[in-house]
């Protein structure tokens, strides 16, 4: 061979391996994300430099082909995202790429959206100016529930789904306010039986296995149709055509889950109750007409003509499941799905940031300085507190919130004061934020949630259930200083840097002698958050010093300007714990800075939520 033959071929060999190698590290930089630790870096895409000089990106739209080409064992996973939900969307597919999951399809309501997820490379097509919902303008913006876009655009989602199982292709649609902690896929393949498989509103499960829930619990509690899978049948298709009739009336504005709901319940059960029927609806009994032989906890649903199974909500968790109940610590089953419902959608950021589920913010966000935390007390609860009526119950659980609201109310003003963020407190709730139910309903519920009968007394609540958090931080000039703050799980983040939690100063403001003692019932809450085994935090806890006792000044309210004196030598500590903020009272009618705190008290008229139910 002569030599130029010879290295003609070494370099046609180098050439290859590089080409192999590129194409590898393409599909691995497009199928695979970053661990938790590290965080998401698609914000990194939707701050990225603008595409409006370049040829503009486009989605494309919704057709046979496209479907085919992402399907895997004839099955496509759809999701829906607006450009006031994108980081929903990202969260959502940080999740889907973890578990390898390839044979996914993102809607884009409208072009920002679809030029963003384009520009990630997700795989995308458009819902605006399709002719799947008959060329109408899709609705934007933050879409309230029940409001007029909101309803409107459960009816193109209606239409898509109908165009896709017209492709002969089995469907799983879901919304993107949720994690996928595992591939549902292989759980769904378990059923084939179930022509609808779909999660549950349902607040306790039926069984304390892995299998479906009883199909009693859908004619006590709707299901969710934000995981829902739909297998492609003649009647499943006939059953689409009749949900989208219902939607389609002239005469009113209808809900695409509730439609859903009404529709699988014609001739499903042998009796009913009526709407005005106040007892527990874990106490009703409904009687199937006819479950499938292979498996009696599959039903036959739509007037015998589509056959449904109700996904276990121990598995695919509700919003009230997961956040509230935490049924996770108390089952170990295996979690494959959170959904946030049960949350108002401005809150529901919080709560996946609380559990450390959220990986959509940036570096910045985990790398604040100066901040304040502090140990929350709470009323410890009387004796005879498992023989406490519903009414009694109450009081004593929004006496316990005053408390604790005392001390957040201390802390923000200090964090205000001191201009540090707050890292927000675990709040213990004695009932569920519904408590005027057993009031008003049924006294039996004793303080839980409708059919909760799982849920532990008392317990902690998520902030949302005491604290109105929008309106911590925003529009300061109506509302007073804003407060900047963290999740209570803040420091036990990953992504928070270490220097930052090795950097924690324990401080005791001791009082004059003559302040008033603490309430003797008073305890401290333990400061420890329950997450899923698979995510918890091993973080390493190490024996801390005694806090440093600081003497106040002067009386026990004090002001702002003495507050920041007292604690200047401190000024550099990127954290400060205040072990006590019971004595710490913070007196707002005298001596505040009137440029920032004049209006501060206006701010706290629109924070609670405790006692406006």
Same mark, same amino acid.
């Given at each position: 061979?002569?030599?130029?033959?010879?290295?003609?071929?070494?370099?046609?060999?180098?050439? &290859?391996? @590089?080409?192999?190698?590129?194409?590898?590290?393409?599909?691995?930089?497009?199928?695979?994300?970053?661990?938790?630790?590290?965080?998401? +870096?698609?914000?990194?895409?939707?701050?990225?430099?603008?595409? =409006?000089?370049?040829?503009?990106?486009?989605?494309?739209? &919704?057709?046979?082909?496209?479907?085919?080409?992402?399907?895997?064992?004839?099955?496509?996973?759809?999701?829906?995202?607006?450009?006031?939900?994108?980081?929903?969307?990202? /969260?959502?597919?940080?999740?889907?790429?973890?578990?390898?999951?390839?044979?996914?399809?993102?809607?884009? +309501?409208?072009?920002?959206?679809?030029?963003?997820?384009?520009?990630?490379?997700?795989?995308?097509?458009?819902?605006?100016?399709?002719?799947?919902?008959?060329?109408?303008?899709?609705?934007?913006?933050? %879409?309230? $529930?029940?409001?007029?876009? *909101?309803?409107?655009?459960?009816?193109?989602?209606?239409?898509?789904?109908?165009?896709?199982?017209?492709?002969?292709?089995?469907?799983?649609?879901?919304?993107?306010?949720?994690?996928?902690?595992?591939?549902?896929?292989?759980?769904?393949?378990?059923?084939?039986?179930? /022509?609808?498989?779909?999660?549950?509103?349902?607040?306790?499960?039926?069984?304390?296995?892995?299998?479906?829930?009883?199909?009693?619990?859908? !004619?006590?509690?709707? %299901?969710?149709?934000? +995981?829902?899978?739909?297998?492609?049948?003649?009647?499943?298709?006939?059953?689409?055509?009749?949900?989208?009739?219902?939607?389609?009336?002239?005469?009113?504005?209808?809900?695409?889950?509730?439609?859903?709901?009404?529709?699988?319940?014609?001739?499903?059960?042998?009796?009913?109750?009526?709407?005005?029927?106040?007892?527990?609806?874990?106490?009703?009994?409904?009687?199937?007409?006819?479950?499938?032989?292979?498996?009696?906890?599959?039903?036959?649903?739509?007037?015998?003509?589509?056959?449904?199974?109700?996904?276990? +909500?121990?598995?695919?968790? /509700? !919003?009230?499941?997961?956040?509230?109940?935490? %049924?996770?610590?108390?089952?170990?089953?295996?979690?494959?799905?959170?959904?946030? /419902?049960?949350?108002?959608?401005?809150?529901?950021?919080?709560?996946?940031?609380?559990?450390?589920?959220?990986?959509?913010?940036?570096?910045?966000?985990?790398?604040?300085?100066?901040?304040?935390?502090?140990?929350?007390?709470?009323?410890?609860?009387?004796?005879?507190?498992?023989?406490?009526?519903?009414?009694?119950?109450?009081?004593?659980?929004?006496?316990?919130?005053?408390?604790?609201?005392?001390?957040?109310?201390?802390?923000?003003?200090?964090?205000?004061?001191?201009?540090?963020?707050?890292?927000?407190?675990?709040?213990?709730?004695?009932?569920?934020?519904?408590?005027?139910?057993?009031?008003?309903?049924?006294?039996?519920?004793? @303080?839980?949630?409708?059919?909760?009968?799982?849920?532990?007394?008392?317990?902690? @609540?998520?902030?949302?259930?005491?604290?109105?958090?929008?309106?911590?931080?925003?529009?300061?000039?109506?509302?007073?200083?804003?407060?900047?703050?963290?999740?209570?799980?803040?420091?036990?983040?990953?992504?928070?840097?270490?220097?930052?939690?090795?950097?924690?100063?324990?401080?005791?403001?001791?009082?004059?002698?003559?302040?008033?003692?603490?309430?003797?019932?008073?305890?401290?809450?333990?400061? =420890?958050?329950?997450?899923?085994?698979?995510?918890?935090?091993?973080?390493?806890?190490?024996?801390?010093?005694?806090?440093?006792?600081?003497?106040?000044?002067?009386?026990?309210?004090?002001?702002?300007?003495?507050?920041?004196?007292?604690?200047?030598?401190?000024?550099?500590?990127?954290?400060?714990?205040?072990?006590?903020?019971?004595?710490?009272?913070?007196?707002?009618?005298?001596?505040?800075?009137?440029?920032?705190?004049?209006?501060?008290?206006?701010?706290?008229? *629109?924070?609670? $939520?405790?006692?406006?139910?």
């Amino acid at each position: 061979m002569s030599p130029w033959r010879k290295w003609a071929r070494i370099v046609s060999a180098v050439a &290859l391996l @590089c080409l192999g190698a590129l194409l590898t590290y393409r599909h691995n930089a497009s199928s695979a994300v970053a661990p938790a630790s590290s965080g998401n +870096v698609f914000w990194r895409v939707a701050e990225g430099p603008s595409t =409006s000089q370049n040829k503009p990106l486009k989605a494309p739209k &919704l057709s046979n082909q496209l479907v085919r080409k992402h399907a895997l064992n004839n099955t496509i996973i759809i999701a829906f995202a607006n450009a006031n939900h994108i980081d929903y969307a990202f /969260n959502w597919l940080t999740y889907v790429f973890a578990n390898n999951i390839t044979n996914y399809l993102v809607g884009a +309501v409208d072009p920002t959206t679809a030029r963003t997820l384009s520009k990630a490379g997700v795989n995308v097509f458009s819902m605006y100016n399709n002719a799947a919902n008959g060329a109408v303008e899709m609705p934007e913006g933050d %879409l309230a $529930f029940l409001s007029p876009g *909101f309803l409107s655009i459960g009816l193109h989602k209606l239409a898509l789904i109908r165009t896709i199982l017209g492709y002969k292709v089995d469907l799983v649609c879901s919304d993107v306010d949720t994690v996928w902690l595992q591939n549902p896929l292989p759980y769904f393949a378990r059923f084939p039986e179930a /022509n609808i498989l779909a999660s549950s509103d349902a607040t306790a499960p039926t069984h304390d296995d892995e299998g479906l829930e009883n199909p009693q619990v859908i !004619g006590r509690h709707d %299901l969710n149709i934000g +995981v829902m899978m739909l297998r492609c049948t003649k009647n499943m298709t006939l059953f689409v055509d009749a949900w989208q009739q219902q939607l389609q009336r002239k005469d009113a504005q209808h809900w695409d889950q509730e439609e859903f709901n009404a529709l699988l319940r014609i001739n499903m059960f042998k009796n009913h109750f009526s709407w005005w029927d106040h007892t527990d609806p874990w106490d009703r009994v409904y009687k199937p007409k006819a479950t499938v032989a292979q498996n009696k906890r599959v039903v036959w649903a739509f007037d015998h003509s589509v056959t449904v199974g109700v996904l276990p +909500v121990s598995m695919f968790a /509700n !919003g009230h499941i997961f956040f509230v109940q935490k %049924l996770y610590e108390k089952l170990r089953s295996p979690l494959h799905v959170v959904h946030a /419902n049960f949350i108002g959608g401005g809150f529901k950021r919080h709560r996946f940031r609380e559990a450390q589920l959220w990986l959509y913010d940036k570096p910045a966000y985990y790398s604040v300085d100066h901040l304040l935390s502090f140990d929350m007390r709470t009323l410890q609860p009387p004796a005879n507190w498992l023989h406490l009526n519903s009414r009694h119950r109450v009081q004593f659980h929004l006496e316990s919130i005053g408390t604790q609201l005392q001390q957040f109310w201390n802390a923000a003003g200090a964090a205000v004061a001191l201009n540090r963020t707050l890292i927000l407190p675990q709040f213990t709730c004695y009932c569920d934020e519904l408590w005027y139910w057993s009031l008003e309903v049924n006294p039996g519920y004793k @303080c839980r949630y409708v059919g909760a009968r799982n849920q532990t007394l008392p317990f902690q @609540c998520p902030h949302d259930m005491v604290v109105n958090l929008l309106q911590l931080d925003d529009v300061p000039a109506k509302f007073g200083a804003a407060v900047k703050y963290r999740e209570s799980t803040f420091l036990d983040n990953p992504r928070t840097p270490q220097a930052i939690k090795d950097n924690v100063t324990r401080i005791r403001l001791q009082m004059p002698d003559q302040l008033p003692e603490p309430l003797p019932n008073q305890v401290p809450v333990q400061a =420890s958050q329950h997450l899923p085994e698979h995510l918890r935090v091993q973080r390493q806890l190490q024996q801390m010093a005694e806090p440093i006792v600081t003497q106040m000044p002067v009386s026990w309210t004090v002001t702002e300007t003495e507050l920041r004196d007292t604690l200047s030598q401190y000024q550099s500590h990127r954290v400060l714990h205040m072990t006590d903020m019971g004595h710490v009272i913070l007196n707002s009618y005298r001596g505040w800075d009137k440029r920032r705190s004049h209006a501060s008290l206006d701010r706290w008229r *629109f924070l609670l $939520f405790a006692f406006v139910h």
